[in-house]
């Protein structure tokens, strides 16, 4: 199956699924931006299955290095830029960080 095809196929899976909620896109058009609202499913490729792949491990605590080996990065730097938290996200994984520090041996100093 060659990528488009491939492509085609997860908007139909993700059509499916019901990610029909609509979406900003910006274009570039003849060097104008123009703006344009479409289905969320009409924006599922590959590449959202592969940020949301590491995104997602991420979360469930899998060792950055050990996605990067599957996704094929090859500095954190690079790595980190692509995965997305919120910021609320990025809180919740520090406190679970500090919980399990803290009950370890964290001490009151």
């Not at 060659?2 to 274009?27: H, M, W, Y």
């Not at 703006?35 to 491990?57: D, I």
């Not at 790595?79 to 990025?90: A, M, R, T």
């Amino acid at each position: 199956m060659n990528n488009a095809q491939f492509n085609q196929d997860l908007k139909d899976i993700a059509e499916l699924a019901g990610l029909t909620d609509p979406v900003q896109r910006a274009k570039k058009i003849r060097g104008a931006i123009k703006t344009e609202w479409t289905p969320k499913y009409k924006m599922v490729t590959a590449h959202t299955l592969r940020r949301s792949f590491a995104t997602n491990c991420y979360k469930m605590g899998v060792p950055t290095r050990s996605i990067m080996a599957i996704t094929g990065h090859k500095t954190e730097k690079a790595f980190n830029k692509y995965i997305k938290l919120s910021k609320e996200e990025h809180a919740e994984k520090m406190q679970e960080i500090f919980n399990q520090t803290y009950k370890a041996d964290m001490k009151v100093a």
